[in-house]
């Protein structure tokens, strides 16, 4: 078992940059990839980036490629994701979650944290 907190979220204007961090209660290899979702009112929730604890393997989404960085302290057991050049449509709660192996969709991951708030104003 595995329980994840996020925090780092706030009202930015556009352009400016946030840092969320994702906090595990531990690492495990039953869990080995870590993802960043989001969700905006009457949206699905959508796949951010992914990184493994071994290798630190990444993968993006498109919309966030070359403005986000996904990365991680394995001695914190800590997951960041980096928010640069932000966008009123980056608006959204952002999750992180635990997963058995690499995926974009939000249904293969096992565990979620609360969620964290980050609004962009243009």
């Known amino acids: 078992q595995v329980q994840l907190a996020e925090s780092g979220g706030g009202l930015v204007q556009e352009g400016d940059s946030l840092r969320l961090s994702c906090v595990a209660s531990r690492r495990t290899y039953s869990f080995p990839v870590i993802g960043w979702f989001r969700q905006a009112p009457g949206k699905e929730r959508e796949f951010v980036a992914t990184i493994r604890w071994s290798g630190g393997s990444t993968n993006y989404s498109d919309s966030v490629k070359g403005r986000f960085t996904i990365s991680r302290d394995n001695a914190k057991n800590t997951v960041y994701l980096q928010m640069n050049s932000l966008k009123p449509g980056d608006t959204a709660v952002y999750y992180c979650?635990?997963?058995?192996?690499?995926?974009?969709?939000?249904?293969?991951?096992?565990?979620w944290g609360q969620g964290t708030q980050v609004t962009v104003s243009s």
């Open positions: 979650a635990a997963n058995l192996v690499g995926g974009t969709w939000a249904s293969q991951y096992h565990y």
